[in-house]
């Protein structure tokens, strides 16, 4: 309904096919996508484009995959947006790790074993190691979702072990949740490198 009520959409890299092909011909469509490593725009560069198109009387999507609300950068946003006057809804999305549970047909939650999830960032700026409580996260009533996570896999299995968890635990390895190109990996924490 949002993206047929507006005049201009700009979507990420991780926005699959089948949802831009939803996007009607006369709608303007504005590539802003970042994937790791690779980064079309800065982030200032979206927020001023956001701004712009709204100030100058567009409806203006901000389409995005996932939950734009875990890792998305939304506040930062609909921050922007307010400080020039332009209110902003959300709504929200399906975020990798539900989707990638459910297409593995696994929980995320387990009564009497995993009784809390922690998402996880673990993106760090290049060259900086990972600043994170490892104590808190090696808990094995939790499961963890960790997010743009490949570069620093060795370093979450080392970390985790050495604060307690199992070199045994099962791991989910998934990259391209929820497209055509979706992998899956079945694994061990103490094989995740």
Request: include cysteine; glycine fraction near 8%; proline fraction near 4%.
């Amino acid at each position: 309904k949002l993206m047929r009520a507006a005049t201009v959409i700009f979507y990420d890299a991780l926005v699959g096919e089948g949802v831009l092909d939803l996007i009607p011909a006369h709608v303007r469509r504005v590539a802003v996508g970042k994937r790791s490593g690779r980064h079309s725009k800065a982030q200032d560069d979206i927020n001023d484009l956001l701004v712009a198109a709204a100030l100058n009387g567009e409806r203006v999507v901000r389409l995005k995959g996932g939950d734009p609300s875990i890792f998305g950068r939304s506040a930062e946003e609909v921050d922007a947006l307010a400080d020039h006057g332009v209110s902003a809804r959300i709504c929200p999305g399906i975020t990798a790790a539900s989707a990638a549970a459910a297409s593995a047909t696994l929980s995320l939650s387990l009564r009497g074993m995993a009784r809390r999830v922690q998402f996880v960032t673990a993106h760090a700026m290049a060259g900086a190691p990972l600043d994170l409580d490892w104590a808190a996260l090696a808990d094995a009533q939790s499961t963890l979702a960790f997010y743009m996570g490949r570069a620093a896999a060795s370093e979450i299995s080392r970390m985790l072990v050495a604060h307690g968890l199992s070199p045994r635990t099962p791991v989910l390895i998934a990259s391209d949740v929820s497209l055509p190109t979706e992998r899956l990996v079945h694994t061990r924490l103490d094989l995740l490198p």
